[in-house]
């Protein structure tokens, strides 16, 4: 299907496949990490009140989110770059940071755009296994040259990373940079965006898309020293100046001014998370500790797959992966409480069959 | 500024300058070819109606609004691909169609940003000099190998290339990739879409940031074979595959519907261009012949540079490029016909002091 005129440096690339959204029929969404809430009040308002005024530019600096972003963070805005999701801050990271001489270094689990990430910018990579229990050894990066991607918490696996840990990785070798992609922080990790300050060679990636129920809005930053902040805008600046839309910025601005309403949606995730967690033991899953707005689960008696098209078959939607090390696994998004009821119930259904 | 980690293929790498957006005072704003002109209501109202679903992802594939747009341009879905701002696919075309053994050829008076993509892509690239009076020899291109990008009309000068003149460029040489950047066509120009069918090597791409009123959304698209766009669909998949917002894609479907609103708005500045390039003209101004809504021009008695600062002075911001070749020009965006009466007596009042 590709064109005769295809670069050949792109002949093998195998472009990322996002979470199915099938339209054939209504599904409990939990396949994409989607909140279940509705983005702020005051984010909505302020989107909608910039509509009649889309003849003008957007700020191609983004200087007012960037300052309320930057202040939420306890950075100055100098070390703050938004991005049209978090996907574009990674793949500046990738542009910036990664060349013929310098690869990328990521866990053989982890979130499945960072080998795409690396294909696409023509530069090498190097999985590293995750332990056998799926956490990440930071011993098995200390001794690597070449520019480390962590998601923390690390999907599909949940599994959070402790600070200590991240600071090890970070300071043990300051000639290479270290990128921390915290798209699932809120829901109970901790944020490396306090070490930034201190090491010129970490580079924090956030989302609005999950804790601040935006993925619709696209919305994602990077938090950096100055100097790694200029490298990256200098990309933004030679790809795509005004890559954040007017309405996108302004409903970012009224997210983060609705500070309440934030804190409330991400402990009712993270409570039923638990629920949900607790009901899938007791019905004998194995349930990764997740520290992000999903669960990673297996059950004995039934397949990674089989469990995934009988949900799918029963209106429900969960994300399956073909992986070798995880295939007997699913993904499940936390929705709101009544979502994880029908999805426990109809486990159960499943189950007893 | 930059980092010591930052890869040094980007060492020499000078990103494009947007338009001055200066906020210590209130301007008129001519220098940055938006619209005058707000958005369809209907565009309005689809963006907001879609602010409060904001949690979910947007249709990564954009289905609805690639088929309103294909029906629009009487082709097939399978023939456009959306992206965010025509910078976008643009920027996905370099990445697709140049590389180390195929370079970029445009002309040394044109959209600032080609240069900057070549540079970021890592390719070379060729200027060819537009003729003494700022038109396109295509006789110039007729025997060069390499990815040829051509904005029609051209920018600053507004200078259209007739669709004889793009069907003889496309149809010399065919095993190479035409770019024809039609960002300002709906003002006077002739369209090339009406060639893709015909000619698997041309890439039209068209913006709603000008005709449409959409700048500050950031909507853009490209128009090729279906094979050429499975390549660019490839790349975003592989960059940003949700790279355009939920409330974006709503109002570019508004914007599409509302046919008469497109329609009137672009013959009201088709109208102000004609009326303000008179009254230049009656100045003693040389104004090229364009078919954008810009004017691009010189006068006699005053440089370009000091005429844009004395407006710049007297509140009236328009847009000056220090190229020698065109340095004694100004490109004046059309705006509403206040605007460009009150951009006229106070030329007139710069040039009698």
Redesign the interface.
């Known amino acids: ?10 002949k093998d ?1 195998a ?5 199915e ?1 099938p339209k054939e029929r209504e599904y409990i ?1 939990l396949n ?1 990490n ?6 702020s009040k005051k ?2 308002e302020m ?2 009140s ?11 600096d983004c200087k007012e989110l960037t300052k309320v972003v930057a202040e939420n963070l306890g950075v100055k805005a100098e070390n703050v770059l938004l991005t ?2 978090s ?2 801050i990674l ?1 500046f990271a990738f ?5 013929k ?2 690869k990328a270094i990521f866990p053989d689990i982890t979130y499945g755009f960072y080998k ?2 690396a ?2 910018n023509g530069v090498d990579y190097e999985e590293i296994p995750l332990r056998e229990d799926f956490t990440i050894s930071v011993d098995d990066y200390i001794e690597k040259e070449g520019t480390v991607f962590i998601a923390n918490p690390n999907a599909p696996t949940g599994i959070n990373l402790p600070l200590s840990e991240i600071e090890r990785l970070v300071s043990n070798n300051q000639n ?2 270290v990128i921390i992609d915290e798209a699932y922080v809120d829901f109970g990790g901790q944020s490396a965006v306090c070490l930034v300050d201190k090491y ?2 970490l580079i924090v990636t956030q989302t609005f ?1 999950k804790s601040r ?6 919305l994602g930053y990077g938090v950096a ?4 902040i ?2 990256l ?16 910025a302004l ?1 970012g601005i009224g997210s983060i001014l609705d500070k309440d309403y934030f804190i409330n949606n991400c402990k009712a995730v993270c409570e039923n998370r638990e629920w949900t967690k607790n009901q899938l033991i007791e019905l004998g899953f194995t349930v990764l500790d997740s520290k992000a707005n999903f669960l990673f689960a297996k059950h004995p008696k039934i397949s990674g797959k089989d469990l995934y098209l009988s949900l799918k078959d029963k209106g429900i939607l969960v994300r399956h992966f073909d992986k070798d090390r995880i295939k007997e696994y699913n993904r499940i998004s936390i929705g709101s409480f009544e979502q994880m009821q029908t999805l426990v119930s109809t486990i159960k259904d499943i189950l007893e069959k």
Chains 1, 2 share one sequence.
């Not at 910039?50 to 191609?60: C, F, H, I």
């Open positions: 299907m590709m064109s005769k005129f295809f670069s050949e440096k792109f690339l472009p990322y496949t996002p979470g959204q969404k994409t989607e909140s279940p809430f509705p983005p984010a909505i989107a909608n910039v509509a009649s005024k889309l003849n003008l530019y957007p700020d191609p049209n999701g996907d574009e793949n542009m910036a940071y990664c060349d001489k310098t795409v990430f294909q696409i290479r940079i010129p060679n898309s129920s935006m993925a619709g809005a696209r020293s100055k100097e790694i200029a490298d805008t200098a990309i933004k600046y030679s790809t795509n100046p005004y890559n954040i839309n007017s309405m996108t409903a």
